[in-house]
T-cell receptor, first 114, second 111 residues
């Protein structure tokens, strides 16, 4: 089945220790997104790639970076995690950026910062 | 004012009843509207989406859109305990697929 896969499902890192989350997709979608979701809150868009074109949200901290080396893979790098970065990180894809393109989510990575 | 607002709940309905979930949005130029279901600790999964005024039905689910009132709703008929989850409303604000989510309404269906 075509899908969006995130690894790992659970990640524990230490305060200030860089961490990388990964996402892959077999849907052959053009757009890949990273969302941050904290408990009982709305998913918050961090950035997205339309093909190789990187789009950063204005309020995404510089501590968060992303890479998309090819169509299938996208990575989220957190350079110096703080306690406030503990959250579920959701990768999503969409066929394109039109209004009739729903998001397809991976299973998420739950990040704990100790 | 939040861009997408939902009553956080919890909304509790008995099994077999109709659950009604509501969402309002602030950007009048929004083009399409999505409902996602999210079980605790899991990622959101798409239920359905709508972009024309009126009703759209898919099985036990009906989405209703009123652009003049900037209001979208989701009705779940014959609610089942397995429908117990948080329901997220998402609004696409334009061609850049600028998707904004509400914080969700937690639904509990009691057997």
């Amino acid at each position: 089945d075509a899908m969006v896969i995130q690894n790992p499902r659970y990640q524990v890192t230490q305060f200030g220790k860089p961490v990388t989350l990964s996402c892959s997709q077999t849907l052959n979608h053009n757009v890949m997104y990273w969302y941050q979701q904290k408990s009982s809150q709305a998913p918050k868009l961090l950035f997205h790639y339309y093909d190789k074109d990187f789009n950063n949200e204005a309020d995404t901290p510089d501590n968060f970076q992303s890479r998309r080396p090819n169509t299938s893979f996208c990575f989220l790098d957190i350079r110096s995690p703080g306690l406030g970065d503990a959250a579920m990180y959701l990768c999503a894809t969409s066929r394109d950026r039109g209004p009739d393109s729903p998001l397809h989510f991976g299973n998420g990575t739950r990040l704990t910062v100790t | 004012q939040k861009e997408v607002e939902q009553n956080s709940g919890p909304l509790s309905v008995p099994e077999g009843a109709i659950a009604s979930l509501n969402c309002t949005y602030s950007d009048r130029g929004s083009q399409s509207f999505f409902w996602y279901r999210q079980y605790s600790g899991k990622s959101p999964e798409l239920i359905m989406f709508i972009y024309s005024n009126g009703d759209k039905e898919d099985g036990r689910f009906t989405a209703q859109l009123n652009k003049a009132s900037q209001y979208v709703s989701l009705l779940i008929r014959d609610s089942q305990p397995s429908d117990s989850a948080t329901y997220l409303c998402a609004v696409n604000r334009g061609n850049n697929n600028d998707m904004r989510f509400g914080a969700g309404t937690r639904l509990t269906v009691k057997p």
